[in-house]
């Protein structure tokens, strides 16, 4: 596999900002549904597209560490 920017960046990243986003979320009991497609996280309110997988905060942030985790491997 040859190393690029986009791969490294993507070695690399941690997702702070929507793990802090999630977890304040779950703490305050907002009830939102979110998709994460490209890396690219989007609180759904009215224009979903119906395409795209749906999770709950709690349900992303699993998935979130899991990809930390495997990233890691």
């Known amino acids: 596999m040859e190393w690029t920017n986009s791969n490294l960046r993507k070695e690399q990243?941690?997702?702070t900002t929507i793990k802090w986003v999630l977890r304040?979320?779950?703490?305050?009991?907002?009830?939102a549904l979110w998709t994460w497609e490209d890396n690219n996280f989007t609180c759904i309110y009215?224009?979903?597209?119906?395409?795209?997988?749906?999770?709950?905060?709690?349900?992303?942030?699993k998935k979130i560490e899991d990809e930390i985790q495997v990233q890691k491997v």
């Open 13 to 15: 990243m941690k997702y």
């Open 24 to 31: 304040n979320h779950i703490k305050n009991k907002v009830k």
């Open 46 to 61: 009215q224009n979903y597209s119906q395409k795209d997988r749906i999770y709950t905060a709690e349900q992303l942030l």
